[in-house]
């Protein structure tokens, strides 16, 4: 069973604090993504990573970065926080070029910046 | 553009009742669809993908690329099927997907 783990199922943090999210997957999949999930706006994609060290900029980068040093961890960095980043993050690993594709997704952080 | 849209944020329909949820993509290329669920309290996960031609939970969704469709199907709606439902697009050899902004699944007893 493939299990995709994130750090914190809630976390408040302080406009302008450097926030941590951290994600964790056990099926050795080479992809990994960071996803925003905001009613109206559906799931869209921060970062992506097909290896360790690689990334590709998503849909909305901006005020994110990314750090995959291992193959199983995948972090998504806020550098300053700010209000609007207030949202749901979902972290998804997926196996690359399968022929049956699915992403696996984990629990989510929901994340408040006050 | 690549792109995946859902017309409706809300649908509400009475249990026993058949359910559509509406999905149409453009994209030039074949492209693999799926549609993908979120339970309240639980974490998204894959419902069905076009390619199986399956039938899930009652669900089914028939590609249509002359319409460039792929609606979602129930013919008996029942009440464990009130989720957030978002469709999703697979480009031809790439593993990122773009998903739709998803719709808000409402049973009504």
């Known amino acids: 069973d493939v299990k995709v783990t994130q750090s914190s199922r809630y976390l408040v943090k302080r406009t302008g604090e450097k926030v941590f999210l951290e994600c964790v997957q056990d099926?050795?999949?080479?992809?990994m993504f960071w996803y925003r999930q905001d009613p109206g706006l559906g799931l869209r994609l921060i970062y992506f990573?097909?290896?360790?060290?690689?990334?590709e900029k998503g849909d909305i980068p901006e005020g994110y970065s990314v750090s995959r040093e291992k193959k199983e961890r995948f972090s998504l960095i806020l550098e300053s926080a700010s209000t609007n980043q207030t949202s749901m993050y979902l972290c998804?690993?997926?196996?690359?070029?399968?022929?049956?594709?699915?992403?696996?997704f984990g629990p989510g952080t929901r994340l408040t910046v006050t | 553009a690549q792109r995946v849209t859902q017309p409706e944020k809300l649908l509400s329909v009475f249990k026993g009742a058949p359910v559509e949820l509406k999905c149409n993509y453009s994209?030039?290329?074949?492209?693999?669809l799926f549609w993908y669920v979120q339970y309240s309290r639980q974490r998204l996960q894959l419902l069905l993908r076009?390619?199986s031609r399956e039938s899930i939970k009652g669900f089914t969704a028939d590609l249509n690329k002359g319409e460039t469709s792929f609606h979602l199907k129930k013919p008996f709606a029942q009440e464990e099927d009130s989720a957030m439902y978002y469709c999703?697009?697979?480009?031809?050899?790439?593993?990122?997907?773009?998903f739709g902004k998803g719709t808000r699944l409402h049973i009504l007893p």
């Open positions: 998804a690993s997926s196996p690359r070029r399968a022929a049956s594709y699915e992403q696996y």
């Open positions: 099926m050795d999949h080479e992809n």
């Open positions: 994209y030039s290329g074949s492209p693999e």
């Open positions: 076009h390619i």
């Open positions: 990573s097909y290896d360790v060290k690689m990334k």
């Open positions: 999703a697009l697979r480009p031809l050899g790439d593993d990122k997907i773009i």
